[in-house]
C-alpha cells in the first residue's frame, strides 16, 4: 500500500513511518536507547543510525517501524562532533599548527573493542578546530568521514604534540542529514506521546498532535540529502511488487551520478523505495533504478 503525502499523515502512521532526531544521553548504549524508543511508541521495532558509545552523547536518529529499512541511507555521510582534547602536559606554542596537520586523509586502526576489523584503513578529517584552550584542555571541532573513530585521532594528536593526549568528553553535534539545533530528548518524546494518549492532565501550548509531531518527523527527513527521482503512482504500485524503476514511470530526477544511492518517491513526496541509478531518467525504455530497500 503507498502512503499518503508525508504532511497529510496522522500520529499513528507517523509513528509506524518515523524519526526521532534524538539527543541521545550518557550512560545507555545507542542499542538500549532504540529499545525505550520502541517500548515508548509502541511499535515493533525501532533503530538507531549510526552507533555511539555509551558515554557520547548528542545527535541520534532513531527510525521507527518500517523505517528501519531506510538505515543505509544514514550511515554514510559526513559526521561532527565537539571533544575534549586531555593532553598530558602543557599545551605547545604550536598547539594549532600541529592540530591542522592532521586535516585530511588519516591513517586509522580501530581499536581492539570495536565492530569491525582491526586492518590499517584511511578516513578523511574534513575539519579540525581549535575552540579553545583552557590549562591541558583542547576543545575541538571535528568535522571527518563515517567511521572516523575519534579516540584514535585524539591519541595521535598527544603523540604528535609530544605530550600525549586521550579523549574526555565527546558529543556528536551532526550527523548527515541531521544535527544539533533541533534535538528531541527522551523526556520529551515521553511527555509528546503521553499528551497524544490522553494520559498527561497538564495543559501545555499547541495541541497534542502538534506536540507528537515536533518530536517524531516522517521518516522522509532521513532521505533529504539523497538524489532523488520521482515515479507515477502507477510505477510506485510495480515498485511494491519487486520490480525495478523503468523508464516510461519516471516523472523528474536530480542529477546524479551512475550506481549513486537515491531515493524514490510519488509525486505528492512520498517515499516508495532507496535504490542505484543505473540508467538514464531521459531515456524512453530501460532500467533506471535497481532497488536495494522497497519502502512501501
Known sequence: MLRDAPEDRDP?????????????????????????????????????????????????????????????????????????????ADPPANLESVVAEFEGPTYQKPPRKSAVARRLRVREIYDLDVLEVQGRQVLLRIRCESGTYVRKLCHDLGRALGTGAHMGHLRRTATTPFDDTELVTLQDLSDALAWYRDEDDTDPPGTPEEALRAALAPAESALVHLPSVTIARSAAREVAEGAPVYAPGVVDADAADRDALVACYTPDGAAVCLGRLVGDPDADSGTVVSLERVLV
Not at 52 to 81: Q, S
Request: hydrophobic share 45%.
Open 12 to 88: 499513528d502512521a507517523i509513528l509506524e513511518f518515523g524519526l526521532v532526531n534524538l539527543d541521545k544521553p550518557p550512560g545507555p548504549s545507542a542499542h538500549q536507547v532504540s529499545a525505550w524508543v520502541r517500548d515508548m511508541t509502541g511499535v515493533e521495532k525501532a533503530a538507531h543510525a549510526g552507533t555511539l558509545d555509551p558515554k557520547v552523547t548528542g545527535c541520534l536518529p532513531i527510525l521507527t517501524g518500517a523505517a528501519t529499512r531506510l538505515a543505509p541511507a544514514l550511515l554514510e555521510g559526513p559526521k561532527e562532533y565537539v571533544t575534549v582534547l586531555e593532553l598530558h
